[in-house]
């Protein structure tokens, strides 16, 4: 199918990946046969960027195991002896990292518009269309052919939409509607929004929607935008989806308001690990070049950027300032 060229490597089985990556080979070394290649930016699921965005996440046991809003029941109470409790811990401690397993961030799947045949003497004799589905159980659903005949004659490949709709039929998967909830609509969201309900909607659309359809991007945006014009980025800490919002924010060089909750927050590292993850998308920034040159790291590295980078630097060193003075204080206690 045509459209599946939208969809990065990643979405693809490991047997296709080498196939599909050999026509970016190819033109990187034409490219370095007629000069020098631009330096390549790193992608998503790069483990270096996975790694810096998992640290950033955090893991608060507490907020990933926190009590859902269901129906009360008793507690229920326990005793161990003290390696039996570290066992138990250490068994919490993997359930909850795969619960922050990130999902994918890919870009906008191309919209289907194959006609297959124009069959004139069908015109009129039917007024609904007709959809068919192949229903082998084998077939990945996005490989599945399903096809649509108008009542103009005209065969044609289904939309993306319609092909939603029919695999949620057939196929049912738990959490999802065959009609999207009213909730997703633009409308709607900001009222979701005023209950601090971010992470809920999140839920929710990975749920809905496959990750490279438009309202599953267009429903991360605005939650990500969101959180970034209030400031509430706390809400996604120790959450899967907090990644995917720091990642969202930096290829858009928003990093000041994050930064500074960082900082006010005492995690440092964090801010660091901000600012190192920004000069990976940005290797082409001041920053990035003063900070290669002179191999800085900790508050010398986020110093740099706030001088050469940041929109808001009075507020940052600020923060900074009231850091170091916190610091200096406990150091000397």
């Known amino acids: ?36 290649a631009a330096q390549p930016k790193p992608a998503f699921t790069d483990e270096a960027v996975q790694s810096l965005l998992y640290k950033m996440t955090g893991l608060d046991l507490h907020k990933v195991f926190r009590p859902e809003k269901k129906g009360l029941k008793p507690p229920h109470y326990k005793l161990m002896t003290e390696a039996q409790l570290e066992e138990a811990t250490r068994k919490a401690i993997e359930e909850a990292k795969t619960k922050l397993i990130m999902p994918p961030v890919l870009n906008e799947r191309e919209p289907i518009d194959d006609v297959l045949a124009e069959d004139k003497i069908l015109e009129g004799t039917e007024t609904a269309k007709y959809v068919f589905t192949d229903l082998s159980l084998s077939i990945p659903h996005r490989e599945r052919f399903i096809v649509v005949r108008e009542p103009n004659g005209v065969l044609r490949k289904a939309t993306w939409e319609e092909r939603d709709r029919m ?43 496959e990750p490279d359809s438009p309202d599953y991007i267009r429903v991360h945006h605005r939650t990500y935008e969101d959180i970034e014009k209030h400031g509430k980025y706390d809400l996604l800490r120790s959450t899967r989806h907090f990644g995917g919002m720091v990642w969202y924010l930096l290829s858009r060089k928003k990093a000041d308001g994050l930064l500074i909750d960082m900082i006010n927050r005492d995690l440092l590292d964090d801010a660091t690990s901000l600012i190192t993850l920004y000069h990976m998308l940005h290797p082409e920034c001041q920053s990035a070049k003063e900070a290669k040159e002179q191999k800085l790291q900790g508050v010398d590295l986020i110093k740099v950027f706030v001088k050469t980078e940041s929109q808001r630097e009075g507020y940052i060193q600020l923060a900074l300032q009231a850091y170091e003075e916190a610091m200096a204080t406990s150091s000397a206690s």
């Open 1 to 36: 199918m045509a459209a599946l060229a939208a969809r990065g490597t990643a979405a693809l089985p490991a047997r296709l990946r080498p196939l599909w990556a050999l026509p970016a080979r190819r033109a990187l070394a034409a490219a370095a046969g007629e000069g020098k």
């Open 167 to 209: 695999i949620q039929i057939f196929f049912p998967k738990e959490g999802r509607r065959v009609i999207p909830p009213t909730l997703f609509k633009d409308e709607n969201l900001g009222t979701v929004f005023q209950q601090d309900r971010h992470e809920d909607v999140l839920n929710m659309c990975i749920a809905q929607f």
